[in-house]
T-cell receptor, first 114, second 113 residues
Framework: AQSVTQPDIHITVSEGASLELRCNYSYGATPYLFWYVQSPGQGLQLLLK??????LVQGIKGFEAEFKRSQSSFNLRKPSVHWSDAAEYFC????????????FGTGTRLQVTL | DAGVIQSPRHEVTEMGQEVTLRCKPI?????LFWYRQTMMRGLELLIYFNNNVPIDDSGMPEDRFSAKMPNASFSTLKIQPSEPRDSAVYFC???????????FGEGSRLTVL
């Protein structure tokens, strides 16, 4: 069965600093991978996704993620964090049979200090 | 364009009562998902529909939970009877099948006393 691990429950960074959120997945074949963001009291919003091709994918709000098959990882990065990036971030893996059936990680809560 | 619309946003009920949560997906989306979010278990997929047909309900916790999608623009998730452990935020999401891009509603926060 597919699964996702986000080892960091909570991360605090200063505004303007770089950010990397970790995600490791378990899946038998090449997975479909996603990062979603959830602001307090809101639903989740897609930041970016990887299906195939270039292993470095760009998303909205200046985020990017790199798929590394050898490490079973799909880490999310941003070079300079803004206070408005404070939220919870979820990595997800999709079944290649139907990309929309997603299994989510437990999330990483990002706090940004000014 | 309107996003996914869920109602009610908040529901407080007593144990044993029936709860019905409603969802209107984005027009043109043919897949609909019900997720439950709790602190302990995170986001769990309960059931998803494709073209109004339930495809996978393996996440539905027990027979007290049921979901329907009578047409492309409406779905319900029903809990009968409700229990305190059902307290959670229930999200509905829709997508164009196969894209992996789910559009989430704002959720229905359920509290069962």
């Amino acid at each position: 069965a597919q699964s996702v691990t986000q080892p960091d429950i909570h991360i605090t960074v200063s505004e303007g600093a770089s950010l990397e959120l970790r995600c490791n997945y378990s899946y038998g074949a090449t997975p479909y991978l996603f990062w979603y963001v959830q602001s307090p009291g809101q639903g989740l919003q897609l930041l970016l996704k990887y299906f195939s091709g270039d292993t470095l994918v760009q998303g909205i709000k200046g985020f990017e993620a790199e798929f590394k098959r050898s490490q079973s990882s799909f880490n999310l990065r941003k070079p300079s964090v803004h206070w408005s990036d404070a939220a919870e971030y979820f990595c997800a893996v999709g079944d290649t049979g139907t990309a929309s059936k997603l299994t989510f990680g437990t999330g990483t809560r990002l706090q940004v200090t000014l | 364009d309107a996003g996914v619309i869920q109602s009610p946003r908040h529901e407080v009920t007593e144990m044993g009562q029936e709860v019905t949560l409603r969802c209107k997906p984005i027009s043109g989306h043919n897949s609909l998902f019900w997720y439950r979010q709790t602190m302990m278990r995170g986001l769990e997929l309960l059931i998803y529909f494709n073209n109004n047909v339930p495809i996978d309900d393996s996440g539905m916790p027990e027979d007290r939970f049921s979901a329907k999608m009578p047409n492309a623009s409406f779905s319900t998730l029903k809990i009968q009877p409700s229990e305190p452990r059902d307290s959670a935020v229930y999200f509905c999401a829709s997508s164009r099948g196969g894209t992996g891009e789910l559009f989430f509603g704002e959720g229905s926060r359920l509290t069962v006393l």
